[in-house]
């Protein structure tokens, strides 16, 4: 079972930047599809990119395509998230999840994700 934990969230100026990073705890962890989520108060769950194993292809929501770039590193079992043009509607907690053998069309579901991180907050300020 792998761990993951994300790293890299704080408080931002609208229009600033931002990179997130997942660790993973174990040397599978360059199997596994990772994603990240963010949950914004009050609203559900939401993908904003992903990137799959061992493809390595990357997926994006369209409300950060062109701002957000997804990045593995598996030989420092990380992904990382670089997050520009920040504003205030990408205020969140940002999850990190993991998850083996998922399929292209359910890529953007959290519930094909097995492995979840605690979150880390970002927030834009306008």
């Known amino acids: 079972q792998v761990q993951l934990v994300e790293s890299g969230g704080g408080l931002v100026q609208d229009g600033g930047s931002l990179r997130l990073s997942c660790s993973g705890s174990?040397?599978?962890?360059?199997?596994?599809?990772i994603g990240w989520f963010r949950q914004a108060r009050g609203k559900e769950r939401e993908f904003v990119a992903a990137?799959?194993?061992?493809?390595?292809?990357?997926h994006y929501a369209d409300s950060v395509k062109g701002r957000f770039t997804i990045s593995r590193d598996n030989a420092k079992n990380a992904v990382h998230l670089q997050m520009n043009h920040l504003t205030p509607d990408d205020t969140a907690v940002y999850y990190c999840?993991?998850?083996?053998?998922?399929?292209?069309?359910?890529?953007?579901?959290?519930?094909?994700?097995?492995?979840w991180g605690q979150g880390t907050q970002v927030t834009v300020s306008s």
């Open positions: 174990e040397g599978t962890f360059s199997r596994y599809t």
């Open positions: 990137v799959r194993s061992p493809a390595r292809t990357t």
């Open positions: 999840a993991g998850g083996a053998g998922i399929i292209l069309s359910s890529i953007r579901g959290p519930r094909n994700y097995a492995y």
